[in-house]
């Protein structure tokens, strides 16, 4: 199959057919670099990436499930990801995170806590060879390590379910930075070493704090979602 999209070939691996046209129009999608509003046609798609119909077809059925187009015959109709669609996204990722950690209070946390301070040495790393896609990878498997040391099958569910979206949401903000503000990836670590000292000394203002620094854009929400929790456990 060839590549169009620019989307990582090392993450393709074990990957089916339409998942991997999936993934490459997922990215042009989120990156703006297929037009909200742009027809995509199965025969075209076939042929650019030297596919049958049957592949593409399925890729389709994966991007409608992610709410980036919408299927009509023998094609789709681009809808793409709203500022709004992104804000629900980090919305979950709040909610999800913040349960994930109240559970990790009563765990021991030995393991996860040296998962994640590797992952950290290997995001410096990562900068040190200003590798934006290795970077992204190992971000989203820092918060994945966090959802998975719970061992909540839902939990996980909706963590997989979110992640197609968000890597390649994630890989788009990744590049740009590197490209025009290598020097922010400093602050891009330090806010995930808050989240592990959070963890490690299950401190609940730390935790609040990391959200802060890795959800800025939904501070607001990050207040009502605390202060519920809190009240919730005084009952």
């Known amino acids: 199959m060839k590549h169009h999209y620019h989307y990582p070939s090392d993450w393709l691996k074990h990957r089916s057919t339409g998942e991997q046209v999936a993934s490459e129009l997922r990215l ?10 742009e027809k995509l046609s199965e025969n075209k798609i076939a042929q650019q990436f030297e596919v ?26 681009v809808t793409g990801l709203s500022n709004t669609n992104q804000t629900e996204i980090y919305d979950i990722r709040l909610m999800l995170e913040s349960f994930v950690f109240e559970r990790l209070q009563l765990e021991n946390n030995i393991e996860v806590i040296k ?17 934006a896609d ?27 379910n979110l992640t197609p979206v968000m890597e390649c949401l994630i890989l788009v903000s990744m590049r740009q930075r590197m490209q025009n503000e290598p020097e922010d990836f400093e602050r891009v670590i330090h806010n995930h070493q ?23 854009d939904v501070d607001e929400q990050i207040d009502v979602l605390w202060n519920s929790q809190t009240n919730i456990e005084r009952k």
């Open 28 to 37: 042009a999608i989120i990156s703006k670099e297929i037009a909200e509003g």
């Open 52 to 77: 049958s119909r049957s592949p593409v077809r399925d890729a389709l059925k994966l991007l409608q499930q992610d709410g980036l187009i919408s299927l009509e015959r023998m094609g789709a109709i």
């Open 115 to 131: 998962q994640l301070n590797k992952i950290l040495k290997m995001m410096t790393v990562a900068v040190e060879f200003k590798d």
């Open 134 to 160: 290795e970077f992204t990878r190992l971000d989203l498997q820092f918060h994945e390590s966090m959802i998975t040391a719970i061992n909540h099958q839902y939990i996980e569910m909706i963590w997989y």
């Open 194 to 216: 808050v989240y592990n000292e959070a963890i490690e000394t299950k401190d609940r203002n730390k935790m609040k704090e990391a959200f802060h620094l890795n959800f800025d």
